[in-house]
């Protein structure tokens, strides 16, 4: 307890906290931010030896690292208690937020399952309604158990007859979730409740007297067998490690995954063993099963992705071609109704064609301009198929689609306060530093200026197959409502024209991706949508390490930087949570030829002292359970040491936020006007 105190008043009372103040945009000034003690460790990699200053900042339990997150978290305070725009937004933002929501629905013969949150609400509630026309009951609401307005419920899995329903449970923003149970017919919870960890599946037994699920840990993933009453001790296992996805056996090796092997077992036959789909191939793989034949995707022998009717024990070159590979690539298929929805992206703007089973033409999704199309949903057995569509400036509107007539319904729209007319639109292209094509999409109000002397916000992730879409967001809107304009570039290392664009940004290839963030900065800067004092960027875990690059690489470019759940030392970032996942996308510093590069453009290792850096807020929580919060307090530490700019550099450190969404509507608000308002009064004209 002693050595806790000392720690925090050193932190708080250093007489660095008495230098030069702070001067944020807006009129906010502050003290220097609290002083971290530097304790050099020195690492040795094949040679090259390293210092690292904040490696004590890695232990999140001890006292000092406690006692930095709180003089942290007090400064934080302080900067949004002067910021003159904060309550302004967070007024706007409970109006665009305390709206009702649908998730698409599940249909299970004339029932409909679904999750809804009521406009007053904080949290979703999981929903049945009776028939197309039906009044909507509420059967699980997370309020009825437990009073932390942060803890979520989502639908897993409904049973075939409708009347079982297994939900995940989730705190915060953690990734680890538990799985419980609820009876329909006797509006009661089971007492089976899977506890609480990684599960990628929960999925009931034909017969609904099981769950199988997939259950994750640092180890790999395992695939069970629990039966309804009996213990969690008597669970069976079906199958071993690597496990990854969906009964089906879909084991993906690597994250993203550069080889899928897919296995399965007929459930019809007591005690089957896993049968080979497709085994120990370099390629990507999934399946669907449909009128006694597998489906698959696949990229083998066709970096744009085609559709195969699979023949199990042969191989995958005699296989039967349903859809071939095109110019646009395939990002994703299903099969609902007996109709084949296959969705591509031309030019990153989706489109959506119905085959039939043989693969001919049956019509196309109707969408509703520019924006992002949600995958198709269904079951092959389902008289229809849901889906929805959104984009920066229209809300998500979710339909009931007729596979066979191509009549679409309107299943539900949110009443949200934000007039779409008002605001446009657009995609341009711009060119790389190598000379790469890349798109970006551009929105704002209708008639804003371009003369540079408006606000813009440009976020970007470039990595892990990832397609970035036009979608609705509560924080972007508000930012165009308050008059900036917004963009999106399509950086490599999604998979928006392909595995190609993806394998771009791998490796050393990574420094593609902040080439071409930097690449569409200056474009928007030549095109006059704003200025570099006006300019800001946001991104969050691969796209956290991006803000990294951005500040420490070009920081003359950029005004402000959110810089969400980061990955920012990229020499140890392997050593920790899912960390050792991604070395397949990154590479790791362990190893000799892969150090070099990851060295370059590393965030953490390339900041420079006597640098003017922009004003940074770097935003994690506690709960996140995914990318260590240490990369962002060792960076907040460095950057506060070593910035001469004047302007703040601030650590938002939650104590219940993670990686994944869960959290209540109320925190939410206030996070996003914390964020928002940082940006918005950071990229102002300088008032010191």
């Not at 250093?14 to 220097?32: E, M, N, V, W």
């Not at 307005?149 to 297994?166: H, K, Q, W, Y």
């Not at 109709?339 to 509703?368: M, N």
Request: with cysteine; net charge negative; charged share 20%.
């Amino acid at each position: 307890m002693r050595r806790a105190l000392c720690s925090l008043l050193f932190v708080l009372l250093s007489p660095a906290s008495f230098a030069q103040a702070i001067h944020g945009r807006g009129g906010t000034t502050l003290p220097a931010p609290p002083a971290a003690q530097q304790t050099p460790v020195t690492d040795n990699y094949f040679g090259t030896k390293i210092v690292d200053n904040y490696r004590w900042l890695e232990d999140a339990k001890s006292p000092e690292t406690q006692a930095f997150i709180g003089a942290e978290n007090a400064y934080t305070a302080r900067y949004f208690k002067q910021d003159r725009v904060r309550d302004q937004i967070a007024d706007d933002l409970d109006q665009l937020e305390r709206v009702s929501r649908w998730s698409l629905p599940i249909e299970r013969g004339n029932d409909l399952f679904f999750a809804k949150r009521l406009a007053g609400e904080g949290q979703a509630s999981i929903y049945l309604r009776h028939g197309w026309t039906g009044k909507d009951e509420r059967l699980v609401d997370p309020a009825h158990f437990t009073e932390d307005p942060n803890t979520s419920v989502e639908i897993a899995d409904v049973s075939r007859d409708g009347l079982l329903v297994a939900f995940t449970v989730r705190q915060g923003g953690a990734d680890e979730n538990t799985v419980r149970v609820f009876n329909v017919k006797t509006g009661k919870m089971l007492p089976d409740e899977l506890p609480s960890a990684l599960y990628f599946s929960a999925n009931f037994t034909p017969d609904a007297s099981g769950l199988f699920y997939s259950r994750c840990d640092d180890k790999g993933c395992l695939l069970y067998e629990h039966t309804l009453g009996a213990r969690l001790a008597q669970d069976k296992l079906l199958f071993g490690h690597e496990f990854h996805g969906e009964l089906l056996g879909t084991i993906d090796r690597g994250t993203p995954a550069k080889r899928v092997d897919i296995v399965y077992r007929d459930l019809t036959k007591k005690g089957a063993y896993f049968d080979i789909l497709v085994w120990g191939l370099d390629a990507r793989f999934s399946a669907i099963y449909a009128q006694g034949a597998w489906y698959v995707k696949t990229d083998y022998q066709a970096p744009n992705s085609r559709i195969l009717r699979a023949d199990p024990g042969i191989m995958p070159d005699v296989w039967k071609t349903i859809v071939p590979e095109g110019t646009d690539a395939i990002s994703d298929f299903s099969i609902v109704g007996n109709r084949l929805f296959v969705q591509r992206l031309h030019d990153v703007k989706p489109e959506t064609a119905i085959y039939t089973l043989e693969g001919k033409p049956a019509g196309t999704v109707p969408t509703d301009g520019i924006g992002s199309i949600s995958s198709i949903s269904g079951r092959t057995i389902d008289r229809y198929a849901f889906y929805s569509f959104e984009s920066f400036i229209q809300p998500p509107t979710l339909y009931r689609l007729d596979p066979v007539s191509g009549r679409r319904e309107l299943f539900a729209q949110p009443k949200i306060p934000f007039d779409t007319s008002q605001y446009e639109l657009r995609q341009e292209f711009y060119t790389s530093k190598d000379g790469t094509r890349i798109p970006i999409f551009i929105a704002g109000k209708k008639g804003l200026k371009r003369d540079g002397s408006e606000r813009l916000l440009m976020t970007g992730y470039g990595g892990f197959q990832v397609n970035m879409l036009p979608g609705w967001s509560s924080m972007y809107a508000e930012w165009l409502q308050q008059g900036g304009w917004f963009a999106l570039p399509n950086l490599r290392g999604g998979s928006e024209y392909g595995e190609r664009w993806h394998e771009q940004a791998m490796f050393a290839g990574k420094q593609n991706v902040f080439d071409d963030f930097f690449a569409a900065a200056e474009y928007l800067i030549a095109q006059k949508y704003t200025s570099p004092e006006h300019f800001a960027i946001s991104g969050a875990s691969n796209g956290g390490l991006l803000m990294g690059a951005a500040i420490v690489q070009r920081p003359e470019l950029f005004s402000a930087v959110l810089c969400g759940y980061p990955l920012l030392d990229m020499l140890r970032y392997q050593k920790f949570l899912q960390g050792p996942e991604w070395t397949t996308e990154y590479g790791s510093s362990d190893n000799a030829k892969q150090f070099p590069y990851l060295l370059r453009y590393s965030p953490y290792q390339n900041v420079k002292p006597g640098t003017a850096y922009p004003a940074v807020l770097f935003f994690t929580g506690a709960d996140d359970t995914r990318v260590d919060p240490l990369h962002a307090r060792k960076m907040a530490a460095l950057l506060q040491s070593a910035s001469t700019s004047g302007r703040p550099v601030l650590l938002h450190y939650s104590l219940i936020n993670g990686h994944s969404a869960g959290v209540g509507v109320d925190q939410s608000i206030q996070d996003h006007a914390d964020i928002l308002a940082f940006l918005w009064t950071e990229t102002g004209s300088p008032q010191h």
